[in-house]
């Protein structure tokens, strides 16, 4: 049951995996292992707490200029977790869908994924959406040249919103009530920059692989005692 003030969307930069891996001595590609285990363990948490929506963000349209040793790693342990751990996803009834640009994605972690959103598409529970090859100025003007496509010469915001990622094709996601940030950066590095012009942003120090249940639960409470304006008056 959605209980008062809860947030129905909830958008998530999960950053900090390269630091925490740094702090223990370990590869990269640990950190971005354990970062796959606090997705699901968040997955899991919003979907108990009733939350309609989660989106994060997995990679990024800047996160190429990494090695490709890591870009790789990355896109290895989306292969692995969605043929693993996250078929659990189906038990607890959650909905995969994904944005982002999918034609640069490896076609192993492509194929996975595709399947996973094919086998979850009839659960009606929580909303998962990964953002994968996902920026925010290039969903605008993907969304932008579809119109002009159809020959549009005049658009409104509803036109722009219906042709991001999350508009039509996926059943037009609301906008995030919440956006957290982990790993104390203070920034938003091109998310869901058209969604979230009135999200409220809450920030953690955690480091997104340290993330659980309990510091979840303690960021929608602070969350819970913002008062939104959406440049009214309360
Ligand atoms: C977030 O962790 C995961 C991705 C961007 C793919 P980082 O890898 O950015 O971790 P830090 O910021 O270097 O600690
Ligand atoms: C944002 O984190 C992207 C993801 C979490 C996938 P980054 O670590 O790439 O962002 P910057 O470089 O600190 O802005
Ligand atoms: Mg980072």
Redesign the pocket.
């Known amino acids: 049951m959605l209980e008062n003030n809860m947030p129905k969307h909830v958008a998530v930069?999960?950053?900090g995996n390269g630091r925490w891996a740094k702090k223990k001595n370990l590869p990269r590609v640990m950190g971005h292992n354990a970062g796959m285990q606090a997705m699901k363990r968040i997955v899991i948490a919003s979907s108990q707490m009733g939350i309609k929506y989660l989106t994060v963000?997995?990679?990024?349209t800047?996160?190429w200029k990494r090695s490709s040793e890591e870009v790789g790693g990355i896109f290895n342990l989306l292969v692995k977790y969605v043929n693993s751990e996250l078929k659990e996803l189906n038990d607890n009834n959650v909905k995969v869908n994904s944005i982002g640009d999918y034609e640069m994605v490896p076609k192993s972690a492509k194929d996975k994924l595709e399947a996973l959103i094919d086998s979850t598409k009839e659960n009606d529970g929580l909303i998962f959406n990964i953002?994968i090859n996902y920026g925010g100025r290039a969903e605008i003007v993907r969304g932008v040249n579809k119109l002009i496509a159809e020959g549009k010469v005049e658009i409104t915001e509803n036109d722009i919103a219906n042709n991001l990622y999350t508009g039509n094709e996926i059943g037009n996601i609301p906008d995030p009530d919440l956006l957290i940030r982990t790993s104390g950066?203070q920034?938003i590095?091109n998310?869901l920059l058209w969604q979230c012009a009135y999200s409220e942003f809450v920030f953690t120090d955690v480091l997104w692989p340290d993330m659980d249940k309990s510091e979840f639960i303690r960021l929608i409470d602070i969350y819970k005692n913002r008062n939104r304006r959406y440049g009214g008056r309360s």
């Open positions: 930069i999960m950053d963000y997995a990679f990024s800047e996160n953002a950066e920034r590095s998310f």
